[in-house]
T-cell receptor, first 113, second 115 residues
Framework: AQSVTQPDIHITVSEGASLELRCNYS??????LFWYVQSPGQGLQLLLKYFSGDTLVQGIKGFEAEFKRSQSSFNLRKPSVHWSDAAEYFCAVCQTSYDKVIFGPGTSLSVIP | GAVVSQHPSWVICKSGTSVKIECRSL??????MFWYRQFPKQSLMLMATSNEGSKATYEQGVEKDKFLINHASLTLSTLTVTSAHPEDSSFYIC???????????FGPGTRLTVL
């Protein structure tokens, strides 16, 4: 069965510092991979997705993620964090682009000035 | 781009009553839609798969008689929480795949509070 793990429940970074959020997945084939962000009381916003091709994916708001098949990882990065990036981040996986989405437990990001 | 809407965005009801939540795909047809539930400070958990013209498929542990799903058209799925109790208070989110576009869209969510 597909599963997603996000080892870090909560991360705190200083504004302007770099960020990396970890994500590992368990799936037999290469799945469709996503990163979503959710602000308190809000819905999901898609940051980026990977289906195939270039393993370094660029997303919105200056985020990028790198797919590493050998490590079954899809880590999210941002070179310089802004205070508005404080939110909950979910890594997610599905078998195809129109299949049910399996979400990781989420990582809560706090940004200190 | 394609959008998925949900109505209502929030609802407060008394314990024992039923609440209906709508999920609509705008500008595209969705033969399948998914319903998720998110409790406070938790992740999204799939509740059921809604199939147009046929019965919904429920995930293990989700009571099908309590969470009634109807996918009456290619653009509308409804989730009815019957005899709601405070423990049903949650954030309910639907999603709809746009198969030709090869992507999936999430609704903005419905916050249900049961008093």
């Amino acid at each position: 069965a597909q599963s997603v793990t996000q080892p870090d429940i909560h991360i705190t970074v200083s504004e302007g510092a770099s960020l990396e959020l970890r994500c590992n997945y368990s799936y037999g084939a290469t799945p469709y991979l996503f990163w979503y962000v959710q602000s308190p009381g809000q819905g999901l916003q898609l940051l980026l997705k990977y289906f195939s091709g270039d393993t370094l994916v660029q997303g919105i708001k200056g985020f990028e993620a790198e797919f590493k098949r050998s490590q079954s990882s899809f880590n999210l990065r941002k070179p310089s964090v802004h205070w508005s990036d404080a939110a909950e981040y979910f890594c997610a996986v599905c078998q195809t682009s129109y299949d049910k989405v399996i979400f990781g437990p989420g990582t809560s990001l706090s940004v200190i000035p | 781009g394609a959008v998925v809407s949900q109505h209502p965005s929030w609802v407060i009801c008394k314990s024992g009553t039923s609440v209906k939540i709508e999920c609509r795909s705008l500008d595209f047809q969705a033969t399948t839609m998914f319903w998720y539930r998110q409790f406070p400070k938790q992740s999204l958990m799939l509740m059921a798969t809604s199939n147009e013209g046929s019965k919904a498929t429920y995930e293990q542990g989700v009571e099908k008689d309590k969470f009634l799903i109807n996918h009456a058209s290619l653009t509308l799925s409804t989730l009815t929480v019957t005899s709601a109790h405070p423990e049903d208070s949650s954030f309910y989110i639907c999603s709809a795949p746009d198969a030709p576009a090869g992507t999936q869209y999430f609704g903005p969510g419905t916050r249900l509070t049961v008093l």
